[in-house]
């Protein structure tokens, strides 16, 4: 059986997680570069569908708007953007158990490794404690983004479909011009354009973060 290290142990119950199964929580915290027989993919699967249910009900409870707008806010407060956010924000990094080689490529601190194991540490969570409990502690941890802007604004690929559509443009085509870095920790860089007024690039750890980035850095320059 595989065993928490204390420092560990004592982090996950001081953010408010219910530690029983030590096994559980370590292959919560196991990347796949690590080599061994279970990692976090599994309760992640798990933990993604917890959030995402926690998530609409908690803006259905707390909102009038239509249907388009609480799924503009449910798609930003699960993106793997915010939930890297919060696990950085718990202090996940330095309990996150890495091959030697993906530590050293920065996978420590990656948005797809972060969301990834935020969203097992709360696969877990639904298994040693049931949904109610996890509900309570997605609600905390959450707290913060829920109550700000994420997801408020207009996202900004819609924002620059109806930019050109005003403008009487050609709608806006994205394409990625460079992949780089290991697997876990892919870095995605995609130029988007308009035709007869400009382009742009960015790059992100994802395909569809790197698309909204563009967007936004084009109606900053061009909008």
């Known amino acids: 059986m595989s065993k928490l290290e204390p420092a560990t142990r004592d982090w996950l119950e001081a953010r408010g997680f219910t530690v029983r199964n030590e096994a559980l929580w370590h292959e919560a915290l196991t990347h796949g570069s690590m080599g061994e027989t279970k990692d976090y993919d599994r309760l992640e699967f798990l933990g993604d569908r917890v959030l995402g249910l926690t998530i609409a009900d908690w803006l259905y409870d707390h909102s009038d708007s239509a249907e388009g707008k609480l799924a503009q806010r449910l798609n930003a407060l699960v993106s793997k953007h915010t939930c890297a956010g919060r696990a950085r924000a718990l202090g996940t990094s330095d309990h996150v158990r890495l091959g030697k080689q993906a530590r050293e490529d920065?996978?420590?601190?990656?948005?797809?490794?972060?969301?990834?194991?935020?969203?097992?540490?709360?696969?877990?969570?639904?298994?040693?404690?049931?949904?109610?409990?996890?509900?309570?502690?997605?609600?905390?941890?959450?707290?913060?983004?829920?109550?700000?802007?994420?997801?408020?604004?207009?996202?900004?690929?819609?924002?620059?479909?109806?930019?050109?559509?005003?403008?009487?443009?050609?709608?806006?085509?994205?394409?990625?011009?460079?992949?780089?870095?290991?697997?876990?920790?892919?870095?995605?860089?995609?130029?988007?354009?308009?035709?007869?007024?400009?382009a742009v690039q960015a790059t992100a750890s994802g395909k569809r973060e790197a698309e909204t980035q563009a967007a936004r850095l084009f109606m900053e320059k061009y909008g």
């Open 106 to 198: 920065g996978a420590h601190d990656s948005d797809n490794v972060l969301g990834d194991i935020m969203e097992a540490l709360l696969g877990a969570e639904f298994l040693e404690a049931g949904f109610d409990t996890t509900r309570d502690l997605i609600q905390r941890i959450w707290r913060d983004v829920f109550e700000g802007e994420t997801g408020r604004r207009k996202h900004p690929k819609s924002a620059l479909q109806e930019w050109a559509a005003g403008n009487q443009r050609r709608p806006p085509e994205y394409r990625v011009t460079d992949t780089s870095g290991p697997d876990h920790n892919r870095r995605y860089t995609v130029e988007v354009s308009v035709h007869n007024v400009g």
